[in-house]
């Protein structure tokens, strides 16, 4: 499984971004794909999964309301629509897959850099 993150950036507190990761390699009906973030100096923390075949998705908390996490099924990508951004949600976001019914990610991408300046 290959998975491509992109699309993060600079943005000022109160904007919006959208994260997208392109993922290859396999069918993903049997899987969930997730959304995690880790700022320097933090644990990694969970952010959102969705199930790629229901479109169900979860949120943490601290996102709730504000993130949403979405996929193209016709374009193997996943999203995530980040609005009202607050400094603390910089970080590095990372998509992973794992397979429904397995607790760890097995697959993880490359990252990509969320800036929010106040």
């Known amino acids: 499984v290959q998975l491509q993150a992109s699309g993060g950036g600079l943005v000022q507190a109160g904007g919006s971004l959208r994260v997208s990761c392109a993922a290859s390699?396999?069918?993903?009906?049997?899987?969930?794909m997730g959304w995690f973030r880790q700022a320097p100096g933090k644990e990694q923390e969970f952010v959102a999964h969705?199930?790629?075949?229901?479109?169900?998705?979860y949120y943490a908390d601290s996102v709730k309301g504000r993130f949403i996490i979405s996929r193209d099924k016709d374009k193997n990508t996943v999203y995530l629509q980040m609005n009202s951004l607050k400094p603390e949600d910089t970080a590095r976001y990372y998509c992973a897959a794992r397979r429904i019914g397995v607790l760890e990610y097995g697959d993880w991408g490359q990252g990509t850099q969320v800036t929010v300046s106040s």
């Open positions: 969705i199930i790629w075949s229901t479109g169900s998705t």
């Open positions: 390699g396999r069918t993903f009906s049997s899987y969930v």
